[in-house]
């Protein structure tokens, strides 16, 4: 019973990430920054992996999507694949994740349950590190630029959907790490159990080899033997006889 509230709960933990995760990669505010005049802000500048807009103090946003893939940094790029990838995997650990868990009746023997949960928990584990590293790279080429003297155009600062990113990661590799400690833990107690052996005392009765219906004494004495010298010496007083 306890290993299969465990499976529940890191199957809850690594789907919820999954779902933060899946809802990143079309958040608008990746990167934002702001243009503050005397009263109000004058205007927000916020971007994402897909398009860079500007919203002005009345709510009207105007939105350039990138150009051609090819024509876009290499940081953007590798960001876009490593989300589609955790995405990917995410999904793959869910399906798997239902079929190898103890409470669902699909998925064939305990072994093989066992086999698809933990595959389950490394697709997971794999989802997560996949959007860690993209919004951590993502971050990483913000503060840079920020932080930069030399660098005279518009700096931003670290949007909402980069949090999000990082929250669903954190929950995807507790979940996924939560199902494969789990496999290992049943693995070691069955194994601990099969490999009992009983040493109990050996029997001491033996079948007996006379065949039923012939008494066999309990004890039986050998027959006396009889040295020559007594063998003569009764043979002498028979011959007085």
Known sequence: MS????????????????????????????????????????????SNLWKACVTDSTGVSNCKDFPSMLA???????????MIAAVCLGFFGAVFALVGMKCTKIGGSDQSKARMACFAGVNFILSGLCSLSACSLYAHRITSEFFDPMFVAQKYELGVALFIGWAGSI????????????????????????????GGPASTSHVSSHPRGHAQPMSQRPPPKYSSSSRAQHFDKNAYV
């Open 72 to 82: 876009l940094d290499g940081y953007i790029q590798a960001c876009r694949g490593l």
């Open 171 to 198: 929950l995807c590799v507790l979940g996924g790490g939560i199902f494969c400690f789990s496999v290992v833990d049943t693995s070691t107690r069955s194994s601990s159990r099969t490999g009992y052996a009983y």
């Open 3 to 46: 290993d299969m509230v465990t499976e529940i709960l890191a199957f809850i933990l690594s789907t919820s990430g999954w779902v933060l995760i899946s809802s990143t990669i079309p958040t608008d505010y990746w990167k934002v920054s702001s243009l503050d005049g005397t009263v109000i802000t004058t205007a927000t500048y916020w």
